[in-house]
C-alpha cells in the first residue's frame, strides 16, 4: 500500500472509530436515508448530525443527494470494499507470517 492510500486507510478507519459515526454507517447500511431519520433513529440534535455527516462525506465513507430541501445519504459501497480489501490483506498477511 502506498503512502497516500495507507493514508486515506487510516483517515477512514479514525472516522469510523467514533461511536456516533459508527451508529450512522450501520443505520444507513440499510438503505438511503434522509438527514431528519438519522437524527430522529440516533435521538441527538441535528446539529451534532450534521457534524459527524460531514466527517464522514469528507472521508468518502458516505454519499449524499439533495432532493428539494432534503439531503439524503448513503454508504460509499466502493469505499466500503476498498477497506475490506485492505483489511482482508492485513489478516493474510499475519496468517503467512504465523506459518514461518
Same mark, same amino acid.
Do not use: P
Given at each position: 500500500? +502506498?503512502?497516500?492510500?495507507?493514508?486515506?486507510?487510516? &483517515?477512514?478507519?479514525?472516522? !469510523? /472509530?467514533?461511536?456516533?459515526? !459508527?451508529?450512522?454507517v450501520l443505520f444507513i447500511a440499510s438503505g438511503e436515508k434522509c438527514v431528519c431519520?438519522?437524527?430522529? %433513529?440516533?435521538?441527538?440534535p441535528q446539529n451534532l448530525i450534521s457534524h459527524h455527516l460531514a466527517v464522514l462525506?469528507?472521508?468518502?465513507? @458516505?454519499?449524499?443527494?439533495? &432532493?428539494?430541501?432534503?439531503? %439524503?445519504? /448513503?454508504? +460509499?459501497?466502493? +469505499?466500503? &470494499?476498498?477497506?475490506?480489501? /485492505? !483489511? *482482508?490483506?492485513?489478516?493474510?498477511?499475519? *496468517?503467512? @507470517? /504465523?506459518?514461518?
Open positions: 500500500m +502506498n503512502n497516500k492510500k495507507q493514508k486515506t486507510f487510516l &483517515e477512514q478507519l479514525k472516522a !469510523l /472509530s467514533d461511536n456516533t459515526r !459508527l451508529d450512522i431519520d438519522i437524527f430522529k %433513529h440516533l435521538k441527538l462525506r469528507k472521508n468518502e465513507l @458516505i454519499i449524499n443527494r439533495k &432532493e428539494g430541501k432534503w439531503v %439524503h445519504y /448513503s454508504l +460509499n459501497r466502493k +469505499n466500503f &470494499e476498498k477497506i475490506q480489501k /485492505s !483489511l *482482508e490483506k492485513i489478516i493474510k498477511t499475519k *496468517e503467512i @507470517i /504465523s506459518k514461518c
